[in-house]
């Protein structure tokens, strides 16, 4: 049964499923779509063609689904989608995508964002996210599965963070990081890789100390064409993680090492 407060403004042609709570004063309008077993805690404010799964927790102030911060925006319709069990903690916003790119950005699963993070038109966040306390992403920016985000970080647009890599706080990210990577500074640079976050998901010691070898050398030594060349093949999942994410396009660049 859903706990709808009678202050929540509800549109016509909203859907929502079932179990959901609703608090005082949020506002959902026309076109939104609300899966199963939603938290809304008061003043969430949603709109457009938004489309949210099964059992995630908006906290007081959220602004989900409102027009892109984009210029060029000329109010297509264009779609945000957020999976299932994040937490959007108070005065986050996310925005739908633009005619600019495939006109959706997507929010995967069981990802946290803490107080004040911004997710940008086009983004593409995966599972297990953490955006600490006003850690901001520009537009068209791809966040892989596992990446934490430090407090105050700032991601260019068209950015990609590789899966399990983390920014420190105040991080300024104008280029590509890769898997595993740890990237700190203005104009942040990669310090090494994540061997915390890698222990913690337990990889082996001697699967980190691989990865971190080739990583070194990529980075140190040799350059990125003649190394791939060398471990086209691999046991090693984190190295394959590494090799994928070099394979794709980018159009910003790697961010170099600079300890």
């Known amino acids: 049964m859903n706990k709808i407060h009678n202050t929540a403004i509800i549109g016509k ?99 946290l964002f803490m107080i004040g993070a911004h997710i940008a038109h086009d983004c593409i966040i995966g599972d297990k996210v953490i955006m600490a306390n006003q850690a901001t992403l520009g537009g068209h920016v791809q966040v892989d599965n596992f990446a934490v985000l430090g407090g105050l970080s700032a991601v260019h647009q068209f950015c990609r963070i590789g899966k399990l890599a983390m920014l420190g706080g105040l991080s300024a990210v104008e280029n590509d990081v890769i898997p595993f990577g740890l990237a700190l500074g203005n104009r942040a640079k990669i310090t090494g890789v994540n061997i915390v976050g890698l222990k913690r998901a337990n990889y082996s010691k001697s699967v980190i100390r691989e990865y971190s070898n080739i990583v070194d050398k990529i980075f140190t030594g040799g350059t990125i064409t003649s190394e791939k060349e060398k471990i086209k093949s691999s046991n090693n999942d984190l190295i394959n993680e590494l090799l994928n994410f070099l394979d794709k396009n980018s159009s910003r660049g790697l961010c170099q090492y600079g300890k």
């Open 13 to 111: 042609n909203t859907i929502i499923g079932s179990n959901v709570e609703i608090g005082p004063y949020c506002v959902v309008e026309d076109g939104v779509k609300i899966g199963n077993d939603n938290i809304l805690h008061s003043s969430v404010y949603m709109s457009g063609e938004t489309d949210i799964g099964n059992g995630n927790n908006f906290f007081p102030f959220c602004s989900i689904g409102s027009m892109p911060q984009d210029l060029k925006y000329q109010g297509e319709k264009s779609k945000l989608t957020i999976g299932d069990e994040n937490i959007f903690r108070e005065h986050c916003t996310a925005n739908p995508g633009t005619s600019g790119d495939n006109m959706i950005t997507i929010i995967g699963n069981s990802s």
